[in-house]
């Protein structure tokens, strides 16, 4: 795979997967790109740009077939084989991710999880073997892990960080609000919760005190997220 | 506050506050644009345009004041009364984020939790009252909240954005993968948890074969989002 795929064009394949298995529990056999854009809030040109990258093209007479696409996005963007994710930090977001992420893509597994905290190691967590940090490059090494999600205090995440790419991970999933150092080529996706909600209470507040009509549905938000290396 | 004030404007504020009081805590007095700008990952033209809303200017000589930095984001981006919020749903992930979000500013309070599940009614979960979902336009209006956060299974969540809506709430922060229609004016904030950690996994692949040095520190990617209305 020598080209490079655009990190939002990845991220609007995920979110077409998920719109075409609705219309498929639906009963729904075929769909118009210009449908799937209005489902996904882009426009219908976007669809059928992203969905090049697959190499498959409907037809214009009755648009895509939904489960084929199904099958080519699956194909294209999850793991073929199984792939390898461990957690850093299993307090209350680290386990609630643990929780959410069990069996939801059948070959992306969380394999462990890494704890400071003395008396989590050598346990089971959400189903998951608890090890020591000291013990991540380790643990990391011997079971082919590329994938780390660091759910750690601020302070320690870089720490966690180095020691995840030292130890082979080339894709960190970084809840923790801190600007993480990491070489070329390690893919980086920050969640920091804490500054979404601080924007949404801004923006409702803003909203409260502008006042402007409720006039329209149309002028939403779209579900976006940018990251650029 | 007529204005209208960029989204990303506010994120990057809320991470200036964030560096600001690391460098607080370490003793630091004062910051200039570039310092800040470098460990923000941004230009120090940006952050000057963005201090710049705040009415806050430092000088050339010394930079600026860290507190009164601090101070004038505060002022400006958080509630400087109290603001109220209501989370939907309280399986692992909103049970995990009332949690999170305890305390952590002082004018922004999540008040009270919406369930489906009878087993959950009028009990306290992680010190706030959960009431039906039946109940919320009630609980909404009478406490006056304006902020909502979704973590109810994609299906419901479109159901619950109506009643938080109508029921008077302008900023919605959602966990849910459903592209929710909102009226104009109703800020909306998506973190789609298994689309980033699909990202993720997908780039760790695509780092993987593509082999390319790890050569330097600096390229590492920007912990960024972007919400367009």
């Not at 854009?37 to 214009?60: C, E, H, I, N």
């Not at 992420?101 to 059948?106: I, L």
């Amino acid at each position: 795979m020598a080209e490079v795929v655009p990190h939002r064009t990845i991220g609007r394949l995920t979110l077409y997967w998920r719109i075409l298995r609705d219309l498929a529990s639906e009963g729904k056999s075929s769909v118009y790109s210009h449908d799937l854009a209005s489902k996904a809030r882009v426009t219908a040109a976007q669809v059928r740009r992203d969905l090049m990258v697959l190499g498959y093209f409907g037809t214009p007479a009755r648009g895509y077939d939904i489960n084929k696409l199904i099958e080519h996005i699956e194909a294209f963007v999850f793991p073929t084989e199984e792939q390898r994710a461990v957690i850093a930090g299993v307090g209350n977001i680290g386990r609630a991710l643990l929780k959410f992420f069990v069996g939801r893509r059948p070959n992306l597994k969380i394999v462990a999880s890494l704890e400071t905290n003395p008396e989590k190691f050598d346990r089971m967590i959400q189903g998951c073997p608890c090890h020591s940090i000291e013990d991540a490059p380790k643990v990391i090494r011997e079971q082919g892990i590329t994938v780390g999600i660091i759910a750690v205090p601020d302070k320690e995440a870089q720490y966690v960080a180095d020691i995840f790419v030292d130890a082979g991970i080339r894709g960190i999933l970084n809840f923790a609000r801190t600007a993480l150092h990491v070489p070329a080529g390690v893919y980086v996706e920050d969640i920091d919760l804490a500054m979404s909600m601080d924007r949404v209470a801004f923006f409702a507040r803003q909203s409260l005190k502008s006042e402007r009509p409720m006039s329209d549905k149309t002028n939403s938000v779209e579900p976006s997220k940018e990251s650029y290396s």
